[in-house]
C-alpha cells in the first residue's frame, strides 16, 4: 500500500542500505519516522495534511516495510545511533541539511538519538508515546512490567525470540495492533493486512532492533547522561498517560533530556497518528512555529 498522492523513492544511505522512502508537499521539511508494528503508512494521514505547507519525507526504517533489512552481524546494526545516520542520510540524499524530524513508538527512538547525535541537522524534534530507552528500562519493574513482554522477549540472545514469534507471527504483531488501539476503526482491514504482511517479512530485523535498545542503545543514552548531553532542538512529546499506572512522572523524565520541552498528556490510543490525526498534526505545526 501507498499514501495517495506521495511519490516513492528507494535512497542509498549508509553501508548499502537503501530505504524505502514517501516523499510529497514542497517547503521546510519534516522527516517522519514510523513504531512498532507498523510502516511508513501509519502517517498517512498526518502527512497529507503536513504536505501541504512542508515537503514531507516518510521512510521505512532500516528492517522494516520496504526498506533493507541487513543481518545482524553485531550491536550496532539496529543501533538506534546506526538507524538516525541512516535518516540523516536519507534527508541528505533527498537535498535537505536540516530538518525537523518526528517519530512514533521505535520512530521515536530513532529521532530521539539523532537529536542527541546530529543537532546540527535537526531543527525541531517531536516524540510521540515512548520514553528514551534508558528511562524506559528504569521504570519497567515488578508485575507492572508485564505490560512490557515483548521487550524482554526481544531482547534475549538469538535464536530463541526469532524463532517464537515467526511460529505465529500474524498473532504475535496482530496482539498490539489490537492492545495498543484505542479506535478500532482507526487501522482498517487492508492497513492492517499490510502492517502483518511487513512484519511476518521483518521478524529477525525486528528482533534486531529491539534487542540493540536493551544493551547497546541504553549504553548510549548511559553515557550521553553522565555527560550532561541534552537535545538543544525546540522538543514536543505527546504521551499516554502510563506515568500514572506505572509510577512515574513523565515529563519530569524528559525535562532532564529537553530544555525546550512542550510535554503533552493525550488521550489518544497509542496508534495516535492513526486514531487522532488532526490533533498530532497540530501539534506538529505548533512545534514548527517555534
Not at 548511559?222 to 522538543?235: S, T
Request: charged share 20%; proline share 6%.
Amino acid at each position: 500500500m501507498r499514501i495517495p498522492g506521495f511519490d516513492y523513492r528507494r535512497v542509498p544511505v549508509a553501508g548499502g542500505v537503501v530505504l524505502n522512502a514517501a516523499v510529497a508537499g514542497s517547503g521546510s521539511p519534516v522527516v517522519l519516522l514510523h513504531g512498532f508494528p507498523q510502516t511508513h503508512l501509519m502517517w498517512r494521514h498526518v502527512a497529507a495534511r503536513l504536505a501541504t505547507a512542508h515537503t514531507v519525507i516518510c521512510p521505512d526504517l532500516r528492517g522494516y516495510g520496504a526498506s533493507d533489512k541487513p543481518a545482524e552481524t553485531g550491536p550496532g546494526t539496529y543501533s538506534k545511533r546506526t538507524m538516525a545516520a541512516d535518516v540523516v542520510a536519507l534527508a541528505r540524499a533527498l537535498g535537505h541539511e536540516r530538518f525537523a524530524l518526528a517519530g512514533h513508538d521505535r520512530g521515536a527512538l530513532v529521532a530521539f538519538r539523532a537529536g542527541l547525535d546530529r543537532p546540527a541537522a535537526i531543527t525541531h524534534l517531536a516524540c510521540l508515546d515512548v520514553l528514551p530507552t534508558l528511562d524506559m528500562w528504569d521504570v519497567m519493574r515488578g508485575a507492572d512490567a508485564a505490560v512490557g513482554f515483548h521487550l524482554y522477549l526481544m531482547a534475549q540472545p538469538p535464536g530463541l525470540p526469532e524463532t517464537m514469534i515467526a511460529a505465529s507471527a500474524d498473532a504475535f504483531f496482530g496482539h498490539f495492533l489490537d492492545l495498543w488501539t484505542g479506535d478500532a476503526g482507526a487501522i482498517p482491514p487492508g492497513v492492517r493486512a499490510a502492517y502483518l504482511d511487513a512484519c511476518r517479512a521483518a521478524v529477525p530485523s525486528i528482533v534486531a532492533d529491539y534487542r540493540a535498545s536493551a544493551g547497546v542503545d541504553a549504553e548510549h543514552d548511559r553515557a550521553d547522561r553522565a555527560a550532561g548531553r541534552r537535545l538543544a532542538m525546540p522538543v514536543t512529546v505527546l504521551q499516554q498517560d502510563w506515568g500514572a499506572a506505572l509510577g512515574y512522572d513523565a515529563a519530569a523524565l524528559w525535562r532532564a533530556w529537553a530544555g525546550d520541552l512542550d510535554h503533552r498528556t493525550v488521550a489518544f490510543g497509542h496508534f495516535m497518528a492513526e486514531e487522532a490525526p488532526a490533533e498530532v498534526a497540530e501539534a506538529l505545526r505548533d512545534l514548527l512555529a517555534r
